[in-house]
């Protein structure tokens, strides 16, 4: 548990990257509640005029935090990775991928009415449609979702199923009840249905406070804290029985760190063996649920300063199937182009940037001419 | 998976043989009368009439049913009835002689700690104190007691502590794990003042309810998810421990995590580095990278162990934290207790397994022998 201090990496325009490699979380902004309005029916239009609404900038990213924005991304003016032009060369030119998922971080979820999640949340994934999707074809989209109403959540899902660019479906990690909860269910069916991952974020609606001993001081805390709210999502699907319910279901957990999974899993496994009369319907071991249907992002490495643990890391994992590559743009992780960690053997990349991703969404290779 | 096996005395390898340290052992009260030595009238009538409530709803009972009776393992009943963990005679014979407990740490629960009402808060850990005293430490002196204080309220818990600063029977304070606000909150640290004045280490054991969800994300449905998420609940409280800068203000306090797991650790560590990296800006009275205060300051104790299949890759987690970093524990007399018999099951040097089972502990506990 060294500290790891490392000097900043000189820009290095090598990413070293197998051809075809698949970014699965990368975040453009709403530059304004503003560009919004064209995509918001009359009334909703109104109200934000009327009312004053402001943005919906959740405190998971505070605007000028470090982490929220790489020094070299930082646009001149307004929020970063607002522009498809800047994004493309940057995001994609920049590592030489051949696809990038656009997860939009915008604070729908933290909404207190369903009917204006609802709202903003079309608008959302109508203005991702036309102004990303149909200006840069090496884009692909998550949904957004108000998941406050789960009758809206799965309208939304069905209206947007039907362009395949979308590829997954967006919840943060941080909601008002825990994710395996059996009236999130009907999200679930209607993602194994249409073909479409769930993809889960950092992020809190921030209607429970994001540590489960209260509210923090500091803002570290906060993102520090999102990897346990991951684990207690992981245990929630898996003892529910999402698994069990929905076996083709591909659970992926973005921006979530991934050095905690083996340590969680054996928590959980070891309690699943005292107390699984509790769950019957749990009838495999946690660990086999993940790997046949949990995928995690591979930024932020949260990883130990050395290859040699990092290797024993992967091995506490017990598959090469588990990663997916990401380079969490424009949040700041790593330096250059050093996405991917140093060192890892030529098999194991093209594992985690290209056969992964590629193996998680059903939808992504569809729409490739 | 009811039935009880009995636990015959093992024939245990001759390196077990050797006195070893149980940093978690839970004594229980025979019934509410033990604590009415120390107890108000007022206390008791309020007690009979409102209860003690603890910000979970029951009257009585935990908030998810536990998988067994008392949580507690089915052969330790003691013959002469109470519940498991009440006789010390019983204790004596099925733990403390037949594992060669040589040190012996009470954490009494269900002591008045996180009780709404902060006065009996008081009260009934005061009353436990006292208790520990007359019913455990004095009568075998290889058990030692844990200032149990009424968190929610430091300043009343600094007192109870500074009310036992010459007590050698005394060895840590206890805290648990679900507090109200994160545990390195402003709100805590008359605590941790007062431990590092009297030099206790300060324990902070799984359970309690603070008021929050025991997930960020809402209230779960089963006992099993309450159980792993006291994981997530220590690893909150560790990381405001850090990042608030309790470590950085008593740089001479001890903390010890109980009974939540440890493998969590390394990569807790290497997250809280490398996002303190990026965030650093927010914190610059932070001397020292995460991880370090860590490395100072912080032990766990082992009960219950991740088991990993293989195996060895506990030891590799144990190998990043460290081998003086952890506490031998049983939970004694819970239902998920480790036997010491079996608790490192690969091949680990003597100087390794003296320091797990006993080295540690003595450098831990105060007047313990470190």
């Not at chain 1, 790489?70 to 929020?79: H, I, L, N, Q």
């Not at chain 1, 969680?264 to 699943?272: A, E, F, N």
């Not at chain 2, 995590?257 to 996002?275: T, V, Y």
Request: glycine share 8%; aromatic share 10%.
């Amino acid at each position: 548990m060294r500290a790891r201090v490392d000097a900043p990496r000189e820009r290095d325009d090598m990413a070293g990257l197998p051809a075809g490699s698949i970014d699965c979380d990368i975040h453009p902004s709403v530059p304004s509640v503003q560009a919004l309005m064209p995509y918001l029916e009359d009334h909703w239009r109104e109200q934000v005029i009327i009312r004053g609404i402001d943005e919906l900038n959740s405190i998971s990213y505070p605007l000028n935090s470090p982490l929220t924005c790489r020094a070299d991304w930082k646009a001149a003016s307004g929020r970063p990775a607002a522009d498809v032009g800047v994004v493309g060369r940057q995001a994609l030119d920049g590592f030489g991928t051949s696809l990038a998922i656009a997860n939009c971080l915008y604070g729908i979820q933290l909404l207190f009415s369903e009917d204006m999640a609802a709202a903003f949340a079309r608008a959302v994934n109508d203005w991702m449609v036309k102004e990303w999707l149909d200006r840069e074809p090496r884009l692909r989209a998550s949904i957004v979702v108000p998941v406050q109403n789960v009758e809206m959540a799965v309208d939304e899902i069905n209206r947007c199923a039907a362009d395949k660019r979308f590829v997954s479906i967006l919840l943060l990690v941080m909601g008002d009840t825990p994710l395996g909860r059996r009236h999130h269910w009907p999200i679930y069916a209607a993602a194994e249905k249409h073909g479409l991952a769930v993809s889960i974020h950092a992020g809190s609606a921030y209607h429970n406070p994001p540590t489960p001993v209260g509210w923090p001081s500091y803002y570290t805390e906060d993102y520090v804290g999102q990897a346990q709210a991951f684990q207690t999502q992981l245990t929630s699907m898996i003892c529910e029985g999402v698994f069990t319910k929905f076996p083709h279901l591909k659970v992926v957990l973005l921006e979530s760190g991934f050095t905690w999974l083996p340590a969680h899993l054996w928590r959980l496994t070891k309690y699943w063996r005292g107390l699984r009369m509790e769950i019957p319907w749990v009838d495999r071991a946690p660990g086999d649920i993940v790997r046949s249907n949990v995928r995690l992002s591979l930024q932020p490495v949260d990883g130990p300063p050395d290859l040699a643990s990092l290797m024993k890391l992967f091995e506490h994992m017990q598959s090469d199937e588990l990663l997916l590559f990401s380079t969490d743009y424009p949040h700041y992780q790593f330096d250059g182009t050093a996405a991917m960690p140093e060192g890892l053997p030529a098999d194991l990349v093209r594992k985690i940037a290209v056969d992964n991703p590629r193996a998680t969404y059903a939808r992504l290779m569809e729409t490739v001419g | 998976m009811n039935e009880i096996r009995s636990q015959a005395l093992s024939e245990a390898p001759a390196a077990s043989r050797l006195l070893i340290a149980d940093g978690d052992i839970h004594p229980a009260k025979k019934g509410a009368a033990d604590f009415h030595p120390w107890l108000e009238k007022r206390w008791r009538d309020h007690i009979d009439e409102y209860g003690s409530p603890a910000r979970q709803g029951w009257q009585a009972g935990p908030a998810f049913p536990k998988s067994q009776p008392n949580a507690s393992r089915r052969d330790a009943y003691p013959p002469e009835g109470g519940r498991p963990g009440s006789s010390l005679a019983f204790m004596q014979g099925q733990h403390l002689d037949a594992n060669s407990v040589g040190l012996g740490i009470l954490n009494p629960l269900g002591s008045g700690q996180g009780v709404q009402n902060p006065a009996l808060s008081a009260a009934l850990c005061h009353a436990t104190n006292e208790w520990q005293l007359a019913e455990w430490t004095s009568k075998d002196s290889r058990l030692k007691a844990s200032v149990v204080v009424p968190y929610e309220d430091a300043v009343a818990s600094a007192t109870e502590i500074r009310r036992y600063a010459d007590n050698p029977a005394f060895v840590q304070v206890l805290m648990l794990s679900r507090t109200a606000e994160p545990l390195g909150s402003r709100k805590y640290w008359p605590i941790y003042e007062a431990a590092a004045e009297v030099g206790m280490p300060v324990g902070v054991h799984a359970f309690g309810y603070g008021g929050n969800p025991v997930t960020p994300g809402g209230w779960p449905s089963y006992y099993i998810e309450e159980m792993t998420g006291h994981s997530q609940c220590q690893q909150a409280g560790l990381t405001s421990l850090i990042i608030e800068g309790v470590f950085e203000k008593w740089p001479s306090l001890k903390m010890v995590m109980i009974e939540a797991g440890f493998a969590w650790a390394p990569s807790l560590a290497w997250r809280l580095d490398k996002h303190w990296k990026t965030l650093r800006s927010e914190t610059p009275e932070l001397s020292m990278a995460p991880s370090e205060y860590i490395r100072r300051q912080v032990w766990w104790t082992t009960q219950p162990m991740e088991e990993p299949e293989p195996r060895a890759h506990l030891e590799d987690c144990i190998g990043w934290m460290g081998w003086d970093r952890l506490i031998f524990a049983t939970d004694y007399p819970h239902w998920d207790f480790d036997d010491p018999a079996q608790a490192l099951p690969f091949r680990v040097s003597e100087e390794q397994r003296r320091a797990f089972f006993m080295g540690n502990a003595r450098g831990v506990y105060r007047g313990c022998g470190g």
